[in-house]
């Protein structure tokens, strides 16, 4: 009984590359999962400092470059415009440099 040998190597290479597709295939859907994941977490981070600083008049200096960070790192990862227009908004307010100042934008924001 002789065997061929193109059926014995599509015997074990038909198993072997289905195995490694099926892998490869799982890793790309977790990756992707993990970039919609922190593409959720950076949108929700932007939009939650869009609506605070937006009602306070004012941003630190700190809190801009974080959000110009998060922004960059949403935009790389394929977001859309709507965070795009919150964060020309946000460089449109007054930064605010030290807690002295703060203060006294809260004193006239309260008076």
Request: one cysteine or more; proline letters at 3%.
């Amino acid at each position: 009984m002789i065997v061929n040998l193109s059926q014995v190597l599509t015997a074990l290479c038909v198993p072997i590359l289905t195995g490694t597709w099926a892998a490869i295939w799982r890793m790309y859907r977790r990756y992707q999962s993990t970039q919609d994941g922190m593409k959720c977490l950076l949108r929700a981070e932007i939009i939650r400092d869009h609506s605070h600083y937006m009602e306070k008049g004012y941003i630190p200096i700190y809190a801009m470059e974080n959000v110009l960070e998060s922004y960059n790192a949403y935009h790389s990862l394929g977001g859309n415009g709507t965070i795009t227009k919150m964060v020309e908004e946000l460089k449109q307010l007054h930064p605010q440099c030290d807690s002295l100042e703060a203060l006294f934008m809260e004193v006239i924001a309260h008076a």
